[in-house]
């Protein structure tokens, strides 16, 4: 497979900040949580699915556990109050650099904050998408917290 100047640039950032992780590329799309839970035969809930939500003028970069709907009213708590929307895929690539089924949790504009999944704690492994429809990172929550400066929050819907 070619490497794309997304992958390209997850790679830099993960040697920049943790060497030893390392996106995999699939044959298979892995741009739905369930299309890379099949591909990598693991829980739904370990798949990590990223989403740009949109508070007005601000945004919030949600990575929550790929078995959980995430609470509206949790997010506009987070964002500030007001109506919270999903961003639209030419938002979401002008925001964060990658296009919608392959959002990385991580370098993006320092000013958009990022949001963690409490739940997605009860896995060891959890995978992100690595900048591509076909590409994964490996990597436990705990490492993702530390490599995104990510703040854990409970944002399941009840």
């Known amino acids: 497979m070619s490497e794309t100047p997304a992958l390209e640039r997850v790679r830099k950032y993960l040697q920049e900040h943790d060497p030893k992780l390392a996106p995999v590329e699939h044959k298979e799309t ?3 949580s369930v299309e890379a839970a099949r591909t990598l035969n693991v829980e739904l809930g370990q798949i990590a699915k990223s989403i740009l939500f949109r508070c007005g003028e ?8 790929g078995d959980m709907k995430i609470s509206d009213k949790k ?3 987070l964002l500030g109050g ?4 999903m961003a639209k895929p030419d938002e979401v690539e002008k925001v964060t650099g990658y296009q919608v089924g392959g ?3 991580f370098d993006i504009e320092d000013h958009i904050p990022i949001y963690l999944d409490q739940s997605m704690q009860r896995f060891a492994v959890i995978y992100t998408s690595a900048g591509t429809p076909n590409s994964l990172l490996p990597i436990s929550p705990e490492q993702l917290q530390k490599i995104t400066g990510a703040i854990f929050t409970d944002m399941a819907a009840v």
């Open 58 to 65: 601000k945004y919030g970069l949600f990575v929550a556990a």
């Open 30 to 32: 892995t741009k739905t």
């Open 103 to 105: 959002v990385c949790p």
């Open 82 to 85: 007001g109506k919270v929307k």
């Open 75 to 77: 997010l506009k708590a």
